[in-house]
Nanobody, 116 residues
Framework: QVQLVESGGGLVQAGGSLRLSCTASVRMFDIGGLAWYRQVPGEEREAVATITTDGVANYADSVKGRFSISRDLAKNTVYLQMDSLKPEDTAVYFC??????????WGHGTQVTVSS
């Protein structure tokens, strides 16, 4: 069983910043990386950013240049630095593993609300 614990969400004004954290209960070396997704009620979950244990990062077009994903392998933690936030970034943000032991594991999510 893999547990993921997210933190760092909250309410921020447009143009502001937040940093999300996700800590895994297993070594990142074992799971190969982590990813951030987000979901708005009534819409499909959207991949926001991914990072491998080698540090290779990928971003959704909607967040490129504004969000930055990083990892601390010693802490089994991934961060999502979100700058220049927009109201359309409002969503529940989830941390997730790649396919590991036959399935993906998800955190419970953290709410990010950006006011205009």
């Amino acid at each position: 069983q893999v547990q993921l614990v997210e933190s760092g969400g909250g309410l921020v004004q447009a143009g502001g910043s937040l940093r999300l954290s996700c800590t895994a209960s297993v070594r990142m070396f074992d799971i190969g990386g982590l990813a951030w997704y987000r979901q708005v009620p009534g819409e499909e979950r959207e991949a926001v950013a991914t990072i491998t244990t080698d540090g290779v990062a990928n971003y959704a077009d909607s967040v490129k240049g504004r969000f930055s994903i990083s990892r601390d392998l010693a802490k089994n933690t991934v961060y999502l630095q979100m700058d220049s936030l927009k109201p359309e970034d409002t969503a529940v943000y989830f941390c997730a593993t790649p396919r590991f032991r036959g399935r993906h594991y998800w955190g419970h999510g953290t709410q990010v609300t950006v006011s205009s």
